[in-house]
């Protein structure tokens, strides 16, 4: 069993989930010329980037992950997408992204659990955390039959699951040298101190998360009928 996962650029990777998966990854680069699938594997991550979601003139294979992610959530593949991730799931499905009317949210943020979050096979027993977050754009109206699950002080919509899909405004991937590349040069790096100091928190709570989506991928690929060449 593997998990497709969609890199949008270089600089965010898959970071801490690579080793909290334990499950392999067939990483594809789209912005190096590599295709982006039809259909994804047993489970599907799709990343961030510096884009907006509806800048397909700058980084044209958008429309193909929006087109990938609305496949796994007819299909019911486990899908984990991630800040730009999240946002192309939104738009795929019918909801509605846009530039965030309070600026950039960056650093080591509060995030809050949702009731509905209670009973959430990812995010049960998250409550209140602290997150990574780097984002200025903001999924304003969520796809039809979309399940809010977490909220936060400037953006109010940080994580929703529509069946077996789940978007995360935030960036649970994200390690201290990760950020520090996005800040570089920003005049962000004083934030730096705040992500590392925070560390510890980000591993012990967004760890489970991961191991809990990969036993979704587990559960999706072992009730997937067999292929003829599978079964002979």
């Not at 599907?44 to 509806?54: F, K, S």
């Not at 909220?151 to 649970?172: C, S």
Request: proline share 8%; hydrophobic share 45%; aromatic share 6%.
């Amino acid at each position: 069993m593997r998990i497709t996962v969609i890199e949008n650029e270089a600089d965010a990777p898959l970071g801490y989930l690579a080793g909290w998966l334990g499950l392999p990854c067939d990483v594809v680069r789209p912005y190096l010329g590599e295709e982006i699938p039809e259909r994804a594997a047993d489970g599907l991550i799709v990343l961030g980037g510096e884009a907006a979601a509806w800048e397909d003139e700058r980084c044209p294979w958008q429309p193909a992950t929006r087109a990938l992610l609305r496949r796994a959530v007819e299909d019911g593949t486990p899908t984990l997408a991630v800040c730009l991730g999240a946002q192309l799931l939104t738009m795929a499905c019918g909801g509605t992204v846009e530039r965030g009317g309070d600026g950039l949210e960056a650093g080591a943020c509060e995030v809050v659990a949702l009731p509905a979050a209670a009973a959430d096979p990812l995010l049960a027993g998250v409550g209140r955390a602290v997150a990574v977050q780097y984002h200025r754009d903001a999924m304003t109206r969520l796809p039809e039959g979309a399940v809010p699950l977490m909220t936060g002080d400037r953006y109010p919509n940080q994580a929703y699951r529509l069946g077996e899909a789940w978007a995360v405004q935030f960036h649970p991937e994200a390690t201290p040298d990760i950020f520090a590349s996005w800040t570089a040069g920003t005049g962000l790096e004083h934030l730096d101190d705040q992500v590392r100091a925070a560390a510890p928190a980000l591993e012990s709570t967004w760890r489970p998360m991961a191991r809990a989506f990969a036993a979704r991928v587990r559960a999706h690929a072992d009730a997937a009928p067999l292929t003829p060449a599978q079964g002979a």
